[in-house]
């Protein structure tokens, strides 16, 4: 018990003193969890709303199978870009492997089923009579769906903020295509996995506690977007 | 003439939700549609905004065939408000200004406060639109179709569920605007109709009669229209005309003649302040008479109803409160009824 509250003494005084390691990671795990959540949102947020404007054969079935891959272990998506981006992968002349760009990659790919699934919720929600409001108020095609999507923008935006916050907290990834190497594509989860085995406790609980913070604030963006 | 409807129809799978609708509206003119619940009025009022696709016919507005230019330039020209309005997540002021803003307009200061004020929202341009009451968002709803200046006004049942405060607000605001708009709205309040429109439709599914209000009320042309809107002492029969001119129907259960002439199957309607009551026979014009009991008396503020059994034939009469107990009527009393041959409408 003394030991773990020495840690997390030890652990706040490192956050306090802006330890150079714990920064380092802090803002590479940012920056390539905001990438890849900017990368999959560009592509996920317009599918999304092509599958909720566009009527087709298999619709239903699609959004099921999105809503399936919500939960797709990390690990899978990490074997599955391992060998796209392996020297002998279809992508391997790229190097992305153990790379950021990788990360990114894997990422995107991570959380885009998630972003894409609830902007066709947040688009749902906001409900087709906006479309045809807006119509009747003169809008060309093209306004009436903008104005719909900026209904639901809160909505799209609380999306984002969950494919954010799953693409900071995942691990398989982060180990499997970045490979947790130090100074370049550590990351905070891979550096608890490996400090915590190495036992350096301190280092691990202090990098649990900004991630903790991260989700907090995650949730409190979640929670204000929601309440719009 | 702003609109013009020729045999629009519309289908959904497979089942016929308008049929054969034609119907012209001046410009400036109050148009009521009224009709029960599922009986078109929503979907034609979307037809006319260009939001539904007929089935077969052609919308001519202003002399343009709507049908075949963009829609939203036909739009422009119309306002409509939904029964249910879906409001945006914006401020009143933002709501009001969506239709200027989309046409690349600036919106006209005074326009937006006259509008506001016309629906008695003045004061609510920054207040959060989505937490309006129900009443409120409609009220913006119609200030939000009126700042376009349309030249043709849809309102969709636009009082139904409102609070006594904005549904007096909206219909203060049509009759205000009457005459100076077109103005098509539909309601399934009969009274609602009778004092806003200049004409009305009864709708169902096709129109089943449209005319003046008076003229629908005191001469319904068909049964349904006759049930809609509750005209009283509806007698079938077979008529046939007499010498002297008349017309003589004759039902299962009683003779009565009417000054319209007929032939055929018909219904007779007599509107309950057109007969009188007596406790025996007159000699009187009426041609109509026949004797009678009182089976259940209504009070109904200033008037009596009273339902009167003449031969098995049920007969509801108008008597006011001074007459019902200057006579000393009761449950049970042996009385006479009558009517003249003019007071009976007949559809055939």
Known sequence: MNEILQGILKALELIITLNPEVIDITSRT??????????????????????????????????DIIQTLY?????????????????????????LLFTPWGMILAQA?????????????????????????????????????????????????????????????????AIMIGG???????????????????????LSIALGIILLAVSLIINTLLNYFQEK | MILKLQGISKVYDKRSVLEDINLKVKVDETLG???????????L????????????????????????????????????????????????????????WIRGEKPQENEVKRVLELVGLLGY?????????????????????????????LLDEPTSNLDPVSKKRIED????????????????????????????????NKIMQIGRPSEIFRKPANNFVAKFVGVKNMIKGEAEMTKEGLTLIKSDKINIYSSKPAEGEVIATIRPEDITVSWGPRDSSALNQLKGKIIGVNEMGSLFQLQVECNDEMFAVYMTRKSFHDMNITIGSNVWIEFKASAVHIIQ
Do not use: C, W
Request: charged fraction near 20%; glycine fraction near 10%; aromatic fraction near 6%.
């Open chain 2, 125 to 153: 341009e920054n207040k959060d639109a989505q937490r309006l009451s129900g009443g409120e968002k409609q009220r913006l709803a119609l200030a939000r179709a009126l700042i376009n200046g349309p030249e043709l006004l």
């Open chain 1, 30 to 63: 940012v920056m390539i969890s905001l990438s890849s959540t900017l990368l999959a949102s560009l592509i996920a947020v317009p599918v999304g709303a092509l599958i909720h404007f566009k009527q087709f054969k298999g619709k239903r079935a699609i959004i």
């Open chain 2, 45 to 100: 009022l979307k037809i006319i905004d260009l939001l539904e696709e007929p089935t077969t016919g052609r919308i001519i507005f202003d002399g343009i065939d709507a049908l075949s230019v963009p829609a939203f330039k036909i739009r422009r020209r119309i306002g409509m408000v939904f029964q249910e309005t879906p409001i945006l997540k914006r401020t009143v002021y933002d709501n009001v200004i969506y239709g200027p």
């Open chain 2, 173 to 204: 605001a049509i009759e205000e605007l009457k005459g100076e708009t077109s103005i098509i709205f539909t309601t399934h309040d009969l009274f609602q109709g009778q004092r806003l429109a200049d004409r009305i439709a009864i709708l169902q």
């Open chain 1, 71 to 95: 939960s797709i272990p990390t690990v899978l998506v990490g074997l599955l870009v391992f060998l796209l981006i392996s020297k002998s992968g279809p992508l391997g002349s790229l190097n």
């Open chain 2, 33 to 43: 549609i009224i009709g029960p619940t599922g009986s078109g009025k929503t979907t």
């Open chain 1, 180 to 202: 947790n190497i130090r100074g370049y594509t550590r990351v905070i989860t891979s550096a608890m996995s490996l400090e915590t085995s190495k036992g350096n406790l301190e």
């Open chain 1, 109 to 173: 790919i991570l959380i885009s089923p998630l972003i894409t699934g609830f902007t066709i919720t947040a688009l749902k929600g906001v409900g087709d009579e906006i479309v045809d409001l807006a119509r009747s108020l003169g809008a060309t095609e093209y306004q009436a769906l903008s104005t719909l999507v900026s209904e639901a923008k809160y909505g799209i935006m609380g999306a984002i903020i969950l494919g954010f916050g799953r693409a900071i907290s995942e691990v398989g990834i």
